[in-house]
């Protein structure tokens, strides 16, 4: 591993990455030092690039039980990518975050209708269709009903509050 770590520092672009990319796909914890590194001052397609393997690094953690730092991975990439072009980024740890907690991610993409990136709230949309159970969809009404116009329209789809705020009625019930 260390071996690998020391060539992910390499001035050579090609063989730097090969050994990154590596470091991601074994997804050791020690290998986070490196790859949580993602570059300020490089090009967009540079942090675009170290992003995903730390997602991928991310991914291989929770394969091997540690949901946890998975999950504190994918946040801390929805935190620190907020442009409008990392869109993308942002969609994909926002998945990882649902693939790695479940229901338990409903927070997160309850919060993520409040982005400002419309991509990102329609990636968020997305992903709530795949989730089931009275409590979520209970949330989930209660606040398209209060998201506003704009958030009624992602992705393509129209979510008319007047269809939605019958079906909140009805949680008193």
Same mark, same amino acid.
């Given at each position: 591993?260390?071996?690998?770590?020391?060539?992910?520092?390499?001035?050579?672009?090609? @063989?730097?990455?090969?050994? &990154?990319?590596?470091?991601?796909?074994?997804?050791?914890? /020690?290998?986070? /030092? =490196? &790859?949580?590194?993602?570059? =300020?001052?490089?090009? #967009?397609?540079?942090?675009?690039?170290?992003?995903? *393997?730390?997602? !991928?690094?991310?991914?291989? *953690? #929770?394969?091997?039980?540690?949901? /946890?730092?998975?999950?504190? =991975?994918?946040?801390?990439?929805?935190?620190?990518?907020? %442009?409008?072009?990392? %869109?993308?980024?942002?969609?994909?740890? $926002?998945? $990882? $975050?649902?693939? =790695?907690?479940?229901?338990?991610?409903?927070?997160? $993409?309850?919060? #993520?209708?409040? %982005?400002?990136?419309?991509?990102? *709230?329609?990636?968020? @949309?997305?992903?709530?269709?795949?989730?089931?159970?009275?409590?979520?969809?209970? *949330?989930? @009404?209660?606040? &398209?009903?209060?998201?506003?116009?704009?958030?009624?329209?992602?992705?393509?789809?129209?979510?008319?509050?007047?269809?939605?705020?019958?079906? !909140?009625? &009805?949680?008193?019930?």
């Amino acid at each position: 591993m260390n071996a690998i770590a020391r060539l992910a520092e390499s001035p050579k672009p090609g @063989l730097r990455d090969a050994a &990154l990319g590596a470091l991601a796909e074994i997804g050791e914890p /020690a290998g986070e /030092a =490196v &790859l949580s590194r993602i570059p =300020v001052a490089s090009s #967009a397609g540079e942090r675009y690039r170290a992003a995903e *393997r730390y997602l !991928v690094f991310a991914r291989r *953690r #929770a394969e091997a039980g540690d949901k /946890a730092r998975a999950a504190a =991975v994918a946040r801390s990439i929805i935190s620190k990518f907020n %442009s409008p072009s990392e %869109s993308g980024i942002r969609s994909q740890a $926002l998945t $990882l $975050l649902a693939d =790695v907690l479940g229901d338990a991610a409903l927070g997160d $993409l309850v919060a #993520a209708v409040d %982005s400002p990136d419309r991509g990102f *709230r329609a990636r968020a @949309l997305d992903i709530a269709r795949t989730q089931a159970g009275f409590e979520i969809t209970k *949330r989930w @009404l209660e606040k &398209l009903t209060r998201a506003g116009p704009e958030a009624m329209r992602i992705g393509g789809r129209e979510h008319h509050v007047a269809r939605v705020q019958p079906i !909140v009625a &009805l949680k008193g019930a």
